[in-house]
């Protein structure tokens, strides 16, 4: 799993290539076999006809050239010119269909991570920066089209052209293909010493560009604190040293990377120039032709070529193998919570909720969040939760929601245990209302159908009627039909709430849950809400944690929280009377405000 950092740390690495990362990419190519094999042949026959056109070069020189054989001659054109048309049409084939593929292996990666992306528990998202998880499914995956487009079959032909040229070599004749192989150790030795710096200096550059993307992404999303505080110079010297890390690490990479072919080809014309001289001294009691020798240095070419193609492949697998390791890594991140094998579905539930001696912890033997809760809820009863930041309200609420599992104890919503449900049962039988709300980029009217995206707009309208969002939505430029930016970024935080509360109860869920619902809701916006709310709770077991103790004074039951446990419950009149912790916050609060009130008195 990724290791938990910021924009200014790299993250950990393989310190070799993971050839258990590269074999699954197969996976990928599996469904494609029917394609691939057509492809193959097609390759092949173009392999072939590179093979064939140095010996009828042979051909022409040894004989029909010293014989003046016309005939012969313009066979042999002929036949140079059809292969030539066959080779440029297969080629296009070749280019076409292998990137089809590529583009479909990399659009059925880029689903596979984007959908577990979709099943990976809050923790990961809160502990990571965002841009380093979007970085692999955007710039990783894109990096190995190359790759996947062409990499891998192409080597194929390659490996192919290699072997037939060999071959053929060695049966036209075997001592000046010895020779001909007498620097291919150097080239091995070569691409070996290369290779280990490459993939050192690739891995930097992967954590030097996943750094700046989650600086930018981290950057975009502060932007109005940058501009309130006016650091806009800090993040721009910040952002010019992130930059400057990456352009290091790309420049390094790149001059390594370019050191292979020089290298190889260098190699392959000083192989070229010694044939020559083999053959011309007749070096080592080799005696051949004018025909083989110049077939014998075409062959040269099939063979240095390809391997100079491997070796341009070896660099891109050396680069992929970066990012393969961060995309496969991320696809490894096992979710905590997920379905047992016998899960069943979650009936239509009535909404009785248990707690069960509850014990929660985030880690193995780590310290008790929730320590022994147990309480017992009716169907329809509201239930407020309250307490100190840090005390485990948010924490009973996920547990409900089985965003975590129980460490000890169960939760039960009627009688079903909820570790041995369906999460999809579970999660859409449950309205689940955030202080963060989160609006899609698109209209008002699809924000709102996103709890049932099956609902008519008459039953949009209703919903947003019923919270006291229409009034506002309709005096927006085009209503219902008004586009609010991403984030709703054109939207006040109460209108933002609204719409959450008009979505909610479009899903009609039977548990109903809000986290500081209407901490960012104004008090004239409030009290028009508490109707609407009240039209929300009704007939639902509602769960609401608020510090705001004006919106749960009707609650059914208010359980006071403090380091894990219930300290105290009952409804708002016995707490106040008991005068324990609930009537000290009580108090606490409606000081404040009487304080603020006289003080708008005193400035009037």
């Known amino acids: 799993m990724a290791q938990r950092n910021t924009f200014r740390e790299d993250e950990e690495l393989e310190e070799s290539i993971n050839l258990h990362d590269i074999l699954r990419v197969g996976k990928y190519l599996q469904p494609y076999f029917g394609k691939v094999a057509r492809i193959l042949a097609v390759v092949i026959s173009m392999s072939g006809i590179i093979v064939v056109v140095p010996y009828l070069t042979k051909i022409m020189i040894d004989q029909a050239i010293p014989n003046k054989d016309l005939g012969l001659l313009g066979m042999l054109a002929a036949l140079f010119f059809?292969?030539?048309?066959?080779?440029?049409?297969?080629?296009?084939?070749?280019?076409?269909?292998?990137?089809?593929?590529?583009?479909?292996?990399?659009?059925?990666?880029?689903?596979?991570?984007?959908?577990?992306?979709?099943?990976?528990?809050?923790?990961?998202?809160?502990?990571?920066?965002?841009?380093?998880?979007?970085?692999?499914?955007?710039?990783?995956?894109?990096?190995?089209?190359?790759?996947?487009?062409?990499?891998?079959?192409?080597?194929?032909?390659?490996?192919?052209?290699?072997?037939?040229?060999?071959?053929?070599?060695f049966v036209i004749d075997w001592r000046l293909a010895l020779w001909s192989l007498i620097l291919f150790p150097?080239?091995?030795?070569?691409?070996?010493?290369?290779?280990?710096?490459?993939?050192?200096?690739?891995?930097?550059?992967?954590?030097?560009?996943?750094?700046?993307?989650?600086?930018?992404?981290?950057?975009?999303?502060?932007?109005?604190?940058?501009?309130?505080?006016?650091?806009?110079?800090?993040?721009?010297?910040?952002?010019?040293?992130?930059?400057?890390?990456?352009?290091?690490?790309?420049?390094?990479?790149?001059?390594?990377?370019?050191?292979?072919?020089?290298?190889?080809?260098?190699?392959?014309?000083?192989?070229?120039?010694?044939i020559y001289f083999v053959g011309v001294t007749h070096f080592g009691g080799v005696s051949v032709t004018t025909g083989v020798l110049i077939a014998f240095v075409g062959y040269a070419n099939n063979?240095?070529?390809?391997?100079?193609?491997?070796?341009?492949?070896?660099?891109?697998?050396?680069?992929?193998?970066?990012?393969?390791?961060?995309?496969?890594?991320?696809?490894?991140?096992?979710?905590?919570?997920?379905?047992?094998?016998?899960?069943?579905?979650?009936?239509?539930?009535?909404?009785?909720?248990?707690?069960?001696?509850?014990?929660?912890?985030?880690?193995?033997?780590?310290?008790?969040?929730?320590?022994?809760?147990?309480?017992?809820?009716?169907?329809?009863?509201?239930?407020?939760?309250?307490?100190?930041?840090?005390?485990?309200?948010?924490?009973?609420v996920s547990l409900l929601s089985r965003f975590y599992d129980v460490s000890e104890g169960s939760v039960t919503i009627d009688g079903y245990d909820v570790r041995d449900v369906t999460l999809e049962s579970l999660r859409r039988q449950m309205g689940v209302m955030l202080q963060d709300t989160f609006i899609f980029s698109g209209n008002v009217r699809e924000n709102i159908r996103y709890?049932?995206?099956?609902?008519?707009?008459?039953?949009?309208?209703?919903?947003?009627?019923?919270?006291?969002?229409?009034?506002f939505i309709m005096e927006l430029p085009d209503g219902y039909d008004t586009v609010v930016e991403e984030r709703g970024s054109t939207l006040s935080a109460g209108q933002r709430q609204l719409i959450a509360f008009a979505r909610v109860l479009l899903a009609d869920p039977r548990i109903l849950i809000l986290d500081e619902a209407t901490s960012n809701i104004d008090t004239r916006t409030e009290e028009a809400l508490q109707a609407g709310l009240q039209h929300l709770l009704k007939g639902r077991t509602s769960f609401i944690i608020a510090h705001r103790l004006s919106t749960i004074e009707n609650a059914d039951e208010i359980f006071y929280i403090d380091h894990g446990q219930i300290v105290e419950h009952g409804s708002h009149a016995e707490l106040l009377a008991?005068?324990?912790?609930?009537?000290?916050?009580?108090?606490?609060?409606?000081?404040?405000?009487?304080?603020?009130t006289g003080a708008d008195k005193v400035s009037q």
């Open 451 to 471: 709890g049932r995206l099956d609902a008519t707009d008459e039953e949009i309208e209703a919903a947003a009627k019923a919270v006291h969002a229409h009034e």
């Open 578 to 596: 008991k005068k324990g912790a609930y009537y000290r916050l009580y108090e606490s609060q409606y000081a404040m405000i009487r304080v603020a």
């Open 82 to 169: 059809a292969l030539i048309i066959i080779y440029e049409l297969c080629l296009r084939y070749r280019t076409v269909a292998i990137t089809r593929v590529g583009q479909m292996m990399l659009k059925d990666m880029r689903r596979d991570i984007f959908t577990h992306i979709q099943t990976l528990p809050f923790s990961y998202f809160d502990s990571r920066p965002h841009g380093k998880i979007l970085i692999r499914v955007v710039n990783y995956v894109n990096t190995l089209s190359d790759t996947l487009s062409s990499g891998l079959i192409n080597v194929i032909s390659d490996v192919f052209t290699f072997i037939i040229t060999l071959i053929v070599m």
């Open 186 to 274: 150097v080239l091995m030795v070569w691409v070996y010493v290369l290779k280990i710096f490459q993939r050192r200096a690739y891995r930097k550059l992967s954590n030097k560009q996943s750094n700046l993307n989650a600086y930018i992404h981290e950057s975009i999303a502060g932007v109005k604190t940058t501009q309130t505080f006016a650091q806009e110079k800090a993040q721009f010297d910040t952002f010019q040293e992130q930059q400057g890390d990456v352009r290091a690490a790309w420049m390094k990479a790149v001059h390594i990377q370019f050191l292979m072919w020089p290298g190889v080809a260098t190699i392959s014309m000083m192989t070229i120039a010694f």
């Open 303 to 396: 063979f240095w070529n390809p391997v100079i193609n491997i070796a341009n492949f070896y660099n891109q697998l050396i680069t992929c193998s970066a990012y393969l390791e961060r995309i496969f890594e991320t696809l490894d991140v096992h979710p905590e919570i997920e379905n047992k094998p016998n899960a069943a579905d979650l009936p239509q539930i009535r909404g009785k909720v248990d707690f069960n001696d509850v014990v929660f912890r985030y880690e193995e033997g780590g310290r008790n969040i929730l320590n022994l809760v147990d309480f017992h809820v009716e169907p329809g009863q509201t239930i407020a939760l309250v307490g100190p930041t840090g005390a485990g309200k948010t924490t009973i």
